[in-house]
């Protein structure tokens, strides 16, 4: 069914205690133990897209072997069970060691085209780095990771990706708003994937500790497996290799912040534990989608007060980010220069990609400098109004610009009274927005085409998802495969889902898990 090369348990070192009770883990990057049993695993949900680039045909999927190995009951052949120690920078402040607390693997898997996925079970159990809690995860975190991380996919952002979605029949004891009131919650396990799960702190844990001998064989390892493709002359030395390669990571997480920006992604909790090596959107929990256009908006109750994390950081913290791990490689260095000298591939790639990315959006050609104000205006003009941003431009790219007309984007505005303030500037920045079409000499057509490709028509809106997770704690799975359906398929008109393309209904502004989020999950 799947064959697996468990690389990353062969090449590096392994702790030699064996099994789940805390520690803290040195001069070791994993620790071997058993994912612990469930009482009476269902299916919820499978990814197609994923389940055929691993091989898996549909009746794999269904088989009760694959049920139990995707549930942390049983292995396949091949399969080990284990768990990786790193630490990381949490809201700014360094937190030790974390390590997967309720991720436990499964292998490395490789396909026939010979691409290597990891796999790992979210919420199968306690593990050496669990420290205060369970190890488990809830449906409704389960059931986000699992959407979110195949609309992703499907919108072409990098990200990892998920393969299963397994109600545990287990329930699990959390506090949502951390108020004293515990209470019972379904349980339920994602399959992840992904080609590689290492994050910035992977290399931040051994650094702190002085420990240069794995810190160093955990780069090159890396480099091998997870950057086969950047080849390097045989006899370069690893100091030199380093900075060429940290420019890279620095490039591919700016690619990645100006996709989350496109598309209007909040993560939530950009700590460093939370950033891939492969520029990889990961570790779904309380993620937001912009509603009303607004840069200081974080969907994450534990970030409300600091806005660390808010939508219009994300850059800015993605590049803090860097120089944490900068930090860490920079011991494997003489002189740290060169690893500053990369950083400066984040700013002309983010600088790039988002400025090429705004003018696809906007259905412009190419960037013009002088585009800079027309965009911070209509973006200003959406932040003031509270004009709803995936709305907002899917209606731009069906507007007729012969005689553009402001009253088409009145579904984008949330609040009457807003609306009739801001129609008159808005009317007269789509004249503008006319006078700049002009200069490219598009077709009507074409523009539209091209700005459908960049602008979602369906994304996961966190009340949707909500709807979602509420059906199937009551054991309803329809609105989850609604939304997958739809997710599947983000830039297509889809008829059969208009009423997933909807502002953000009134009753949801402030309900839990529909506009904030609580990190319990
Ligand atoms: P996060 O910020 O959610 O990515 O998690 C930070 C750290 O807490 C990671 O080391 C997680 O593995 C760990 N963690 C979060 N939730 C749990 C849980 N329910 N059980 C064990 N560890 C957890
Ligand atoms: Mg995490």
Not at 189 to 215: K, Q, T, Y
Request: hydrophobic share 40%; charged share 20%; with cysteine.
């Amino acid at each position: 069914m799947l064959s697996f090369d468990n690389r990353l348990l062969n090449e590096l070192p392994g702790d030699p205690i064996q099994g789940a009770q805390l520690r803290q883990v040195h001069g070791a990057l994993w620790s071997r133990l058993d994912a612990t049993p469930v009482s009476a695993p269902r299916m919820l949900a499978w990814s197609p897209e994923m389940a055929t680039t691993l091989g898996l045909t549909a009746a794999d999927m269904q088989s009760d072997a694959m049920l139990q190995a995707l549930s942390g009951n049983g292995l396949l052949p091949g399969m080990q069970h284990y768990a990786t120690c790193y630490g990381g920078h949490q809201f700014g402040n360094w937190a030790g060691q974390l390590g997967d607390g309720r991720a436990i693997f499964l292998g490395e898997t490789v396909n026939a085209a010979g691409e290597r996925w990891e796999l790992q079970l979210k919420g199968a159990g306690p593990t050496p780095y669990s420290r205060r809690a369970d190890g488990r995860a809830v449906l409704r975190s389960s059931l986000r990771e699992f959407l979110c991380s195949e609309a992703m996919f499907h919108l072409g952002i990098p990200t990892t990706r998920a393969l299963s979605l397994v109600a545990t029949g287990d329930s699990v004891i959390r506090d949502m708003f951390y108020d004293g009131h515990p209470e019972r919650e379904p349980g339920a396990i994602v399959c992840r994937v992904a080609p590689s799960f290492i994050r910035f702190g992977h290399f931040e844990l051994p650094a702190s500790r002085g420990d240069i001998d794995l810190l160093s064989r955990l780069t090159e390892f890396t480099m091998q497996r997870d950057f086969a493709d950047m080849a390097f002359p045989a006899d370069m030395p690893l100091h030199e290799r380093v900075p060429i390669w940290f420019g890279e990571i620095c490039r591919r997480t700016a690619l990645l912040m100006a996709e989350w920006m496109r598309v209007g992604f909040v993560h939530g909790v950009m700590n460093t534990d939370n950033m891939s090596i492969l520029g990889l959107t990961i570790d779904y929990g309380p993620y937001g989608w912009i509603d009303n256009f607004d840069p200081g908006w974080t969907p994450n109750t534990t970030d409300a007060s600091g806005r660390r994390y808010c939508f219009g950081r994300q850059p800015d913290i993605a590049r803090w980010n860097l120089e944490r791990l900068a930090e860490a490689l920079a011991l494997l260095l003489p002189d740290p220069a060169p690893l500053v000298e990369s950083l400066g591939m984040f700013d002309s790639t983010y600088g790039q990609a988002w400025s090429q990315g705004l003018a696809a959006k906007f259905g412009l050609r190419d960037w013009q400098d002088d585009d800079a104000a027309l965009m911070s205006e209509i973006f200003e003009l959406m932040t003031r109004a509270e004009v709803d941003m995936t709305m907002f431009f899917r209606l731009l790219g069906d507007m007729d610009m012969q005689a553009p007309k402001a009253e088409a984007l009145r579904p984008a505005f949330y609040r009457e009274e807003l609306w009739q303030d801001f129609h008159p500037p808005l009317y007269s920045w789509l004249q503008r927005y006319g006078e700049r079409l002009k200069r490219d000499n598009l077709s009507q057509e074409a523009r539209q085409t091209a700005m459908h490709k960049v602008n979602p028509r369906f994304v996961l809106r966190n009340y949707l998802a909500q709807q979602a997770i509420d059906q199937t704690t009551e054991g309803d799975t329809t609105m989850l495969q609604q939304l997958f359906s739809a997710m599947r398929q983000p830039y297509d008109d889809l008829p059969q889902h208009t009423a997933l393309y909807a502002l953000r209904p009134d009753w949801a502004r402030h309900k839990a898990g529909c506009s904030m989020l609580s990190c319990s999950s």
